[in-house]
C-alpha cells in the first residue's frame, strides 16, 4: 500500500511540475503516456530492493512508552511494580551499549539496570512450578520431559508473543529474537515475585505456560527408548513381576499390510495391563507397553 | 454460502496461544484514532473523543489509545492486536455511537476478520475420542479357540432358504394335491 501511495505522490508531483512548466495547463482529461511506464518502472525497482524492513513500533510517532508498560500490566491482570517492570524488559546488551553512549558524553551517567538477574530467578520459578505440578501424577523422567517440552525457547517465546511483549522489549537486534523473546517472559516472571505473593507467580505460570499443554498429550512429548523393559521396571515397583505377552489376534500376514495385536497380561490375576498394535510383533509388542505405562498413570 | 463469499478466504475458528484456558487475555493491543479537528466528516469521531473515549478508556485499560489529529484527511480507527496484525477502519461520517460500536468489535477480536469467512462454526483438533477402527473391533470371542482351516466357517453363510428347496417344496405341494384330486375323482 504504501508504494502505491508513495508512487502516487510521486507521480502527482511530475504530474504537477510538467502541467506548470511546459504545459500551464488545466487538468487533463487522460493520463499520460508516460505515466504507466513510470509506474512499471518503480514497481520493477521495489520488486529487486524487495519490501522496507519492519520498523520498530517506538519509532512511530504515536508511542508512549509509560502508557505501554500501564497497559501490559492491564494485560496480564497483574499488580506489578513498575520499576521491576520496567527492568524485565532490558536487555543486557541494549543497557550495556546505553551506559557505553552514556558514560563517553557524561563521566556521572547511571546505567540502566538490565533484566539478567531476573530471567534467572523467573526461569527458577518457572520449572519449579511446573515440576511440581507434574510430579503429583508422574515420575521424574516424565517430569523432566514435560517441563524441557514447556521451558523452551520457543514456547516460551510464543507465549510471550500473545502477552504483547514484542514491542516493549529493548534490545539491540530488531525483531528480537526468539530467545530474547522467552527471556523477557522469564524476567517478567522474576519482576512478579517482587511485586506479587508466591501464590500469584504460580498462578501465572499455570495461567499462561502449563496451559500450553492443553490439548496435548503427555505421552506424545516423552517416548522412553525401550518401553517394554521401562514397564517392566515400572511394574516391579508395584511388585508386579510375572507381565505375560500374547499375540491376540493378527491379519493379513506375510503381506505388505501385515498386523499383529499384542496383549500384555499380569499371570497372576489374569488381567490385562496394555494392548498394541504393529506392522510385526515387536513394534506391536512396545506399542502394548506404552500403552500399560499410560494406563498406570491415568 | 453465496456467491459473493466465493473469494473470500476460508478459515477456521482459532484461539491464539490458548487464550482463555488460563486467564483471557484482550487481543487488542493498542488503537489509534486519527482524525481531523475541523472537517465535518470527523465530527463523531469528535464527538465521541469528547464524550465516550473517557469512559471507554476506563472500562479497557489493557488497550493503549493514541489520539492524532491530522489537517484535512479522514478519520480512521487504525487497531493492532497482539498477533502483529493491523487493521483499518475509515470512520468517515461515523456518527458517535458508530465509533463505540467498532472499538467494541476490534477490542473483542483477535484479528483482523475482514475478508475471512468461517468453514464451520465449531472446530477440534481432536475429531474423535474413541479412536480409530481396527479388524479386531467387535471380534466374536469365539475365534480365539478356533483351529483353521475350519469345514464349518468356511461353508457360506447362506440364512434363508435356497431356490432349489423352495422349488422342491412347491413340487411336493403340487404332488399331494394331484394325488387328492384323483382319489376325489
Given amino acids: ?298 | 454460502m453465496s456467491n459473493s463469499h466465493l473469494f473470500l478466504k476460508p478459515a477456521f475458528i482459532t484461539t491464539p496461544g490458548q487464550n482463555g484456558v488460563g486467564r483471557y487475555v484482550c487481543q487488542l493491543q493498542r488503537v489509534v484514532l486519527k482524525f481531523c479537528k475541523s472537517h465535518g466528516a470527523s465530527r463523531g469521531m469528535r464527538e465521541f473523543i469528547e464524550s465516550d473515549l473517557i469512559n471507554f478508556v476506563k472500562n479497557s485499560p489493557e488497550v493503549a489509545v493514541y489520539l492524532k489529529p491530522r489537517r484535512h484527511r479522514s478519520p480512521i480507527i487504525k487497531a493492532e492486536y497482539l498477533n502483529g496484525e493491523t487493521q483499518w477502519i475509515n470512520a468517515s461520517n461515523f456518527t458517535q455511537e458508530e465509533v463505540l460500536k467498532w472499538l467494541f468489535l476490534v477490542k473483542s477480536q483477535a484479528s483482523n476478520r475482514t475478508g475471512i469467512r468461517l468453514r464451520k462454526l465449531l472446530h477440534t483438533d481432536h475429531p474423535s475420542i474413541q479412536g480409530p477402527w481396527t479388524p479386531y473391533l467387535f471380534r466374536d470371542p469365539k475365534l480365539n479357540l478356533t483351529t483353521f482351516p475350519n469345514e464349518e466357517l468356511s461353508q457360506a453363510d447362506v440364512q434363508d432358504e435356497t431356490a432349489t428347496v423352495k422349488l422342491l417344496k412347491l413340487f411336493q405341494l403340487q404332488k399331494i394335491e394331484d394325488l387328492n384330486e384323483k382319489r376325489a375323482e
Fill in chain 1, 1 to 298: 500500500m504504501s508504494f502505491w501511495r508513495q508512487s502516487l505522490k510521486l507521480a502527482n508531483r511530475l504530474i504537477s511540475h510538467n502541467s506548470k512548466s511546459i504545459f500551464h495547463a488545466t487538468n487533463s482529461r487522460n493520463f499520460h503516456r508516460w505515466v504507466s511506464p513510470t509506474l512499471r518502472e518503480l514497481s520493477r525497482r521495489r520488486k529487486i530492493v524487495g519490501p522496507d524492513p519492519e520498523k520498530p513500533r517506538s519509532t512511530y510517532l504515536e508511542w508512549n512508552y509509560d502508557v505501554e508498560i500501564h497497559c501490559f500490566g492491564k494485560r496480564v491482570g497483574e499488580n506489578f511494580d513498575e520499576k521491576v517492570l520496567r527492568e524485565a524488559f532490558i536487555q543486557r546488551e541494549w543497557a550495556n551499549l546505553q551506559e557505553f553512549k552514556g558514560k563517553a558524553e557524561d563521566e556521572s551517567f547511571i546505567p540502566p539496570q538490565h533484566n539478567y538477574e531476573l530471567v534467572q530467578e523467573g526461569f527458577k520459578l518457572i520449572k519449579d512450578h511446573i515440576q511440581d505440578i507434574y510430579s503429583k501424577t508422574y515420575t521424574i523422567d516424565i517430569v523432566n520431559a514435560v517441563c524441557d517440552y514447556l521451558t523452551t525457547d520457543e514456547m516460551l517465546a510464543h507465549v510471550a508473543k500473545y502477552l504483547g511483549v514484542k514491542d516493549l522489549i529493548k534490545s539491540v537486534e530488531f525483531p528480537p529474537s526468539t530467545k530474547t523473546l522467552a527471556d523477557t517472559f522469564k524476567a517478567i516472571v522474576g519482576a512478579l515475585s517482587y511485586s506479587a505473593d508466591p501464590e500469584r507467580v504460580k498462578l501465572f505460570v499455570n495461567d499462561f505456560v502449563v496451559c500450553q499443554m492443553n490439548g496435548k498429550d503427555v505421552y506424545d512429548i516423552w517416548t522412553p527408548d525401550n518401553p517394554y523393559d521401562y514397564l517392566l521396571k515400572l511394574l516391579q515397583e508395584k511388585g508386579i513381576t510375572n507381565v505375560e505377552p500374547r499375540l491376540c489376534n493378527q491379519s493379513a500376514t506375510n503381506t505388505i499390510l501385515a498386523n499383529y495385536q499384542v496383549g500384555l497380561y499380569n499371570s497372576e490375576d489374569k488381567s490385562c495391563l496394555g494392548l498394541g498394535w504393529g506392522e510385526n510383533i515387536q513394534i506391536a509388542k512396545n506399542s502394548a507397553a506404552l500403552d500399560a505405562i499410560q494406563r498406570i498413570y491415568n
